[in-house]
């Protein structure tokens, strides 16, 4: 049986209460009420949430989608009152993006909570406004003050859509428990290769029921599929709501497009554009910067890959795994060129690590490192070989630049691990240990864990995904869905990273000393 609901819109406050997802702050701006405010049909809304993303020190990233066209009216304020305003901006949201907005607020204060709200105002005519969402995002610090943020990765896969009997998507609700300054997707925000069935049959007899929309129903091939895939997500109210107040840093991966794409051999009929670029590729990036609250680079129009510098404390490395690969499979008897970064991506990466002086430098990758796969980079034990190439490069270089704290995080396998790489266990050992978490799926199909290779002398030290006797693609609702928490600690540095599930439950932790920077001038800066 399929069911149709319609979304609510969330609003719940930082530091005292995680509120209902349907409670609304209806009022207009400044709280007096307006005799237009009547006119419902009128009235432009707010069609699927609000979003903050990409915050610096001094600016953030402001998203939402109204119902028409219409014009996006922000202000926000470091007190929820709003008794005092710092900054106000506005931004169309017209048919050819499908009504989102996005707007880069800046000159805002460092280390502040920044309460925003968000209306929808007639373009023509500015005092026929809808009602306004309140949301919240934290600026970085320019001192040394603690910081706490999550990952995953992994939404609405393997056909698991919302099911609000069982809850909707819970790890949101979780998630926002946690309290985290920001959020890293690690990619696969859709599934636009995985249609949402109206009912699955779970393994002990019950039934799973889908919410369904016509553009969840297809494999994704349209602008307008594509984009169904993200405004689907946002029916869910644990998701509105804990967008709305924690800022995310989005990256993608394989299933914003299709299964395991890359630049060469995945197009539909389609076919290319005069540039060599797959039209179907485009308009999936078209869709994901559109929903996304993330910025533009002027360097390159659609790249995903950058940098968030966080304080003293974080730089937050994100990158793109997909955008620049050799070919879809990573088999080991392809021949001639092959990478997984490409040239530009890897230069970029290694001058931003050497130019860090962040205490922690946090590579956010949508695929793991020794996994076995033939869509990712490892292939097997023994020495490094095609996509291994640039890895071992790239940490041969962190060991020779002397880039110190280094901690890889990701998602895309579908259950929870910890990896320490050691070279005295490796193949190719001209790198410095370093610690690499997974986890996910946030709601889909939960996976077994996977074989790792011994070429950079991965070590399982933690693993938990279903098991052989529950099967594969176990459905959200038997509890085994995670996401990782780090906290870095403002005195020490230290950093402790902690794998939970959708229960909110600590499954392991480790806590993780940093090592000084021993560049040539570093040592001094760390004590002045």
Known sequence: MAIAIRGKQGLTRRHLLVRSASTLALAGFGGLARPYLSRAAERPQIACGIQSGDVSQSSAMVWARADRPARM??????????????????????????????????????????????????????????????????????????????????????????????????TYRTMLENRPDFFIHSGDHIYADCPVPSELKLPDGEIWRNIVTEEKSVVARSLEEFRGNYKYNLLDDNLRAFHALVPMLAQWDDHEVTNDWSPIGTADETGYTDDGKSRLVERARRAFFEFMPIRETPEERGRVYRKIAYGPLLDVFLIDMRSYRDSTWNKRDDRGDTYILGAAQLAWLKRELAASDATWKVIAADLPIGLVSEDAIALGDGPPERREHEIADLLSFIKRAGVTNTVWLTADMHYTAAHYYDPNRAVFCDFEPFWEFVSGPLHAGTWAPGELDNTFGPKAVFQKGCSAEQGENLAPCFGLQFFGRVDIDGRSGVMTVTLKDVGNRDLWSVDIEPRPDARPGRLLAQHI
Do not use: N
């Open 73 to 170: 009216r922000v202000e926000c304020s470091t007190v929820e009152s709003f008794r005092t305003i710092v900054r106000v901006a506005s931004a169309d949201a017209l048919p050819d993006q499908d009504f989102t907005s996005k707007i880069l607020l800046e000159g805002l204060p460092p280390g502040q909570d920044i309460f925003y709200r968000v209306r929808f105002e007639d373009i023509a005519s500015p005092d026929i406004s809808g009602e306004t969402q309140t949301g919240h995002f934290r600026t970085a610090p320019t001192d040394k003050t603690s910081i706490s943020f999550l990952w995953s990765g992994d939404t609405t896969g393997q056909g698991w859509g919302i099911d609000p009997a069982r809850g909707g998507m819970r």
